[in-house]
T-cell receptor
Framework: GAGVSQTPSNKVTEKGKYVELRCDPI?????LYWYRQSLGQGPEFLIY????????DSGLPNDRFFAVRPEGSVSTLKIQRTERGDSAVYLC???????????????FGPGTRLTVL | KQEVTQIPAALSVPEGENLVLNCSFT??????LQWFRQDPGKGLTSLLL?????REQTSGRLNASLDKSSGRSTLYIAASQPGDSATYLC????????????FGGGTRVLVKP
């Protein structure tokens, strides 16, 4: 079946602009995660959804970053007033429903490379 | 705060040589440790997942060990091939952090034919 897809694959924007990054999880996966990977570093957690609600948004760096998942499937990561330091690859992952005390493998999409000029 | 470190940051070997990649973590209260492969412009592909109760996992030419008490894991790739060239990331799931993975910085591997 189809894996996690992310659009666009590349996004170039100017400092101060607003951007939206989209993630389509694997069908049937109720948990969805966003990570950010800066050049030469490992991914860092941003936010995690269980269904429609954000179960953990502790990784969002500041209030310019916001994510939604209104119908419990597709998610959009929104960045306002972009800064050059926001340039990175934004990765999305999905998994089966998270149950306390267990782990369901996260499957990653190809990422969106964001460049802020 | 959990910190995950991977050494070396980059590695270049001739084809056929065995690869040894290291990962260390500061908090031993983990659920599991996972090794991923990342190719340029691609997402992460899971290679091996070791539960906290396990000492090692094997898949084909890959073997990963876990020593929770010392906070270390090692990924061995036997008889390396040019197709093994990629970045290898380790990630831990810690008990206090819910379901979010904490990644190391990765090791960039180049296998020269």
């Amino acid at each position: 079946g189809a894996g996690v897809s992310q659009t666009p694959s590349n996004k170039v924007t100017e400092k101060g602009k607003y951007v939206e990054l989209r993630c389509d999880p694997i069908s049937g996966h109720t948990a969805l995660y966003w990570y950010r990977q800066s050049l030469g570093q490992g991914p860092e957690f941003l936010i995690y959804f269980q269904g429609t609600g954000a179960a953990d948004d502790s990784g969002l760096p500041n209030d310019r970053f916001f994510a939604v998942r209104p119908e419990g499937s597709v998610s959009t990561l929104k960045i306002q007033r972009t800064e050059r330091g926001d340039s990175a690859v934004y990765l999305c992952a999905s998994s089966l429903r998270v149950v306390r005390g267990s782990y369901n493998e996260q499957f990653f999409g190809p990422g969106t490379r964001l460049t802020v000029l | 705060k959990q910190e995950v470190t991977q050494i070396p940051a980059a590695l270049s070997v001739p084809e056929g040589e065995n690869l040894v990649l290291n990962c260390s973590f500061t908090d031993s209260a983990i659920y599991n440790l996972q090794w991923f492969r990342q190719d340029p412009g691609k997402g992460l592909t899971s290679l091996l997942l070791i539960q906290s109760s396990q000492r090692e996992q094997t898949s084909g030419r890959l073997n990963a060990s876990l020593d929770k008490s010392s906070g270390r894991s090692t990924l061995y790739i036997a008889a390396s091939q040019p197709g093994d060239s990629a970045t290898y990331l380790c990630a831990v799931l810690i008990k206090a952090a819910g379901n979010k993975l904490t990644f190391g910085g990765g090791t960039r591997v180049l296998v020269k034919p």
